[in-house]
C-alpha cells in the first residue's frame, strides 16, 4: 500500500467542467507536489507546497489551481481544460529541505482524459 | 532544453545478464541523483539515489555510478530479472530545493 494515495484514479470530464484531484499522505511529509506527465515527455514539475507555503509554480496555466489545506492534503483543481491537458497527474511528498537520503515518494497517479 | 537526458528509450536485455541504464545532465548545480522504476498505471518507485560527494552506491542488485566531470550516471542491475522490466527515470535535483528534474525515461526489457 503506498504511503501517498490520489483519488480519482480515473477521470474523464468535458472542457467545461470544474473537477478536483486529490492527494493524502500519510508519511509524515511536509512537503508535497504536483507533477504532470504527457505522452513521450518527462515528467513535469506543476506545484511544489513546502511547509504549506506554494514555493513554485513553474509557470502552468491557472486552469489549473492548486490547493494544500494542510501538510497531509494537497488537492488540484482544473476548469476548462483542454484535451491537450490529457496526462497523467501524479501527486508526490517528501520531507521539506535538501537533506540526503530527502526522498520524494509518489502516489500512483490519476489519468485525466478531457474531451 | 532538456536538462536531464536518457537516450535510450528502449533496452533489452536476457535475463541473468547486467542492464545498464544512462543518463546525462547538464546543469552542474544538481547535486543530489535519484533512480525512479516505474510500472504502467502506477507511480513512479524511488530505486536509488547517489549525492554528488560519492562516485557510487550500491543497493543488492542495483549500482548507481556517478561520473561529475562527464555529468553522467548510470544504473546497473545485476543479475537482471524478468520482474524488472519496467520504464527507469533518473532525476537530479539542485541546491535551492527538493524539485526532480527528470529524464525521459528508458525501457527495460528483461527477457525470461
Known amino acids: 500500500e503506498t504511503g501517498v494515495t490520489q483519488t480519482p484514479r480515473h477521470l474523464v470530464m468535458g472542457m467545461t467542467n470544474k473537477k478536483s484531484l486529490k492527494c493524502e499522505q500519510h508519511?509524515?511529509?511536509?512537503?508535497m507536489y504536483w507533477y504532470k506527465q504527457s505522452a513521450k515527455k518527462p515528467l513535469e514539475l506543476m506545484f511544489v507546497?513546502?511547509?504549506?507555503?506554494?514555493?513554485e509554480n513553474n509557470s502552468v496555466p491557472s486552469r489549473f489551481s492548486p490547493e494544500c489545506p494542510n501538510s497531509s492534503h494537497l488537492f488540484l483543481h482544473l476548469h476548462t481544460l483542454q484535451p491537450e491537458d490529457s496526462a497523467l497527474y501524479l501527486c508526490a511528498s517528501s520531507h521539506a529541505g535538501t537533506g540526503d537520503g530527502n526522498t520524494i515518494y509518489f502516489g500512483e497517479g490519476s489519468w485525466l482524459t478531457v474531451v | 532544453d532538456q536538462q536531464v537526458k536518457q537516450n535510450s528509450p528502449s533496452l533489452s536485455v536476457q535475463e541473468g545478464r547486467i542492464s545498464i541504464l544512462n543518463c546525462d545532465y547538464t546543469?552542474?548545480?544538481?547535486?543530489?541523483f535519484l533512480w525512479y522504476k516505474k510500472y504502467p498505471a502506477e507511480g513512479p518507485t524511488f530505486l536509488i539515489s547517489?549525492?554528488?560527494?560519492?562516485d557510487k552506491n550500491e543497493d543488492g542488485r542495483f549500482t548507481v555510478f556517478l561520473n561529475k566531470s562527464a555529468k553522467h550516471l548510470s544504473l546497473h542491475i545485476v543479475p537482471s530479472q524478468p520482474g524488472d522490466s519496467a520504464v527507469y527515470f533518473c532525476a537530479a535535483r539542485g541546491r535551492a530545493g527538493n524539485m526532480l528534474t527528470f529524464g525521459g525515461g528508458t525501457r527495460l526489457m528483461v527477457k525470461p
Open positions: 508519511l509524515g511529509h511536509n512537503a
Open positions: 507546497y513546502s511547509l504549506e507555503e506554494r514555493v
Open positions: 547517489i549525492s554528488s560527494i560519492k
Open positions: 546543469n552542474s548545480m544538481f547535486d543530489y
